[in-house]
């Protein structure tokens, strides 16, 4: 009796373990949202110093996956402090597979509501920042989002997507176009 006691103990774990084990293969991430990207291989440190006219000292990379997403930074720190660059890149969280994709925060982001009137505030409605300036000519989608240090130009490419910032007391439109030219020679690494 006890030795049929073993057998059914130890074929019920195995069985258990066994779906345990299936179950952990179809939860599994697919491959493209296991593809880790570097934000700091997207430029060089000669590609930034020739849009910025300024040496690269140094780059700090850094990296979370929280939420929805991973997120890739690289700090290109210049000489000249202020013409220091920011470059990240948001992709799909590894392994919450009920996250939203790049793509779609992208589409609630910049896509789905756009105007002049933001949220009322207590009991009346205040002005929005500045809405996003569409981009044409760049990955996917572009939007160049001005804000008080200059600005943040967003490029949606495939399943992620890049945003670069580029000090420097330039004037907007100068700062978009060295955006374009950077943002443009990273989401041709992706």
Known sequence: M???FNV???AAVGLGMATCSRRAESKKPDRVAQ???????LLTK?????VQSAR??????????GGDFRVAQCFYTAAEFDKSVSLTVTQKHPTNTQSRTPKQFW????VAEKGEKGEKEGGEERE??????????????????PNRFGGMLYVLKR???ISISVGGSDPEQTKIDKSKALAQKAIDRL
């Open 56 to 65: 690269i000292t140094d780059t700090k990379s850094s990296e979370s996956a």
């Open 35 to 41: 593809t880790k990207l570097d934000a700091c291989a």
């Open 46 to 50: 000669q590609e930034i110093e020739a």
């Open 2 to 4: 006890r030795k049929i």
């Open 159 to 161: 399943d992620a997507f």
């Open 128 to 145: 929005r920042r500045t809405p996003p300036k569409k981009i044409a000519g760049l990955g996917d989608d572009a939007y160049w989002a």
């Open 8 to 10: 059914v103990i130890a």
């Open 107 to 110: 589409e609630e982001t910049f």
